[in-house]
Every structure is written in C-alpha cells, then in structure tokens.
T-cell receptor, first 111, second 114 residues
Framework: SQQGEEDPQALSIQEGENATMNCSYK?????LQWYRQNSGRGLVHLIL?????REKHSGRLRVTLDTSKKSSSLLITASRAADTASYFC???????????FGDGTTLTVKP | GAVVSQHPSRVICKSGTSVKIECRSL??????MFWYRQFPKQSLMLMAT?????????EQGVEKDKFLINHASLTLSTLTVTSAHPEDSSFYIC??????????FGPGTRLLVL
C-alpha cells in the first residue's frame, strides 16, 4: 500500500493565488520529499525535508513537516500557469533507500 | 545538476516480444537505481531495486522473470519486459540517488504493447 497520501486529489486556482497541498503518511520516516510531474513526463525533485526539520523554503515553495501528525504540506505562493502539474510526496526511510509515493495532487493554475 | 536519462523515450511493440529499457546516470555513479511503473493518472509504483553487481530486489507482486533487471555498471541499469502483453503498457520510470538523500528521476519510457 502507498505510504503517502496527498489531498486534495485535484486543485484548481487562479494565477497569483496560493496553492496548498497536504500529504499524510503512516510509518516513521527519515525524510520526506516533494516532486512535480508534468503530464507524460518524468518527476522533478522540488524539496527534501528531514524528520528533524519543521519547515523549509525554496523560492516560492514552502514545505512543513509535522512528525507528530505524520503529515506534510506544500505551499506554492503566487502561483503561475507553469505550475500546473501533478505533485507527489514521497517518504524516505533510510539513506538512499527506496521511497514510496502518494497518489498525488493535480494542480491546475488558470491564467 | 545530476541527470538521469532513459532510452527509448517511447516504444511500441507487438504482443509477445521483449523490450529493453535503459537507465543511465550521466554524471554520477549510482550503486542503486529504482524502477517504477506508472499507469495513467496514478502514482508511481515501485517495481524493483536495482543493485550494481548483484541481483535486483523485487517488490511483492512483481514477477522477476517477467521484468528482468540488469545493473551491470555504476551508470547503467536495464529493465527488460519479456513477452510483453497489452497489460504491460505503461510509463516506466527509473531513478538514482545522486547523494544519499536526493533521488533523481529519468524522463520515463512510454511502452505500448499492441
């Protein structure tokens, strides 16, 4: 079964608005990563947050991690049409170990 | 930055034939690579862990005789779909760790079995 579960499954917003996606997981983790996938393409690594970190920023991205609730959120601020994609969270348990993916959130940013 | 390539990007084959997909780490060595499968509008499902110089580790429910994995060098892993059938049609993606934490994915190979 999948470790991570994202919600919402689909999100549609206007350009300039913020988009928030959530990810929940079941077991202990060493890190959690967020990826973006454009339709029919491979995955692009966005950000990694370690289990001892609570928040991390990268450009317009802000990721939070709450290990007590086993959840993470990805916030994209001032969204752009180019942000339209599917976003996945993946949990990592050991160094260079395999990751398990959630079902993803499909984000549509309307111009 | 670290780059992982896959070849071919797209393949169409007849039912019963075998198809080989290559995954290469272009500017770094990867002792471990992963193979995923993704159906339309679904998430990635890990198929197997490819270990350089040793046998691959398959996830539960993945037939090792159906999906042959060879990791002959530190920069190349291959996935061979043997005796492909229409239900094997999917998007196959490989990944490799550049550092111990950051996983880089290939662009994927779309397989269509007629």
């Amino acid at each position: 079964s999948q470790q991570g579960e994202e919600d919402p499954q689909a999100l549609s917003i206007q350009e300039g608005e913020n988009a928030t996606m959530n990810c929940s997981y079941k077991t202990s983790i060493n890190n959690l990563q967020w990826y973006r996938q454009n339709s029919g393409r491979g995955l692009v690594h966005l950000i990694l947050i370690r289990s001892n970190e609570r928040e991390k920023h990268s450009g317009r991205l802000r990721v939070t991690l709450d290990t007590s609730k086993k959840s993470s959120s990805l916030l994209i601020t001032a969204s752009r049409a180019a942000d339209t994609a599917s976003y996945f969270c993946a949990t990592g348990n050991t160094n260079a170990g395999k990751s398990t993916f959630g079902d993803g959130t499909t984000l549509t940013v309307k111009p | 930055g670290a780059v992982v390539s896959q070849h071919p990007s797209r393949v169409i084959c007849k039912s019963g034939t075998s198809v080989k997909i290559e995954c290469r780490s272009l500017d770094f060595q990867a002792t471990t690579m992963f193979w995923y499968r993704q159906f339309p509008k679904q998430s990635l499902m890990l198929m197997a862990t490819s270990n350089e110089g040793s046998k691959a580790t398959y996830e539960q429910g993945v037939e090792k005789d159906k999906f042959l994995i060879n990791h002959a060098s530190l920069t190349l892993s291959t996935l061979t779909v043997t005796s492909a059938h229409p239900e094997d049609s999917s998007f196959y993606i490989c990944s490799a760790f550049h550092s111990m934490e950051t996983q880089y994915f290939g662009p994927g190979t779309r397989l269509l079995v007629l």
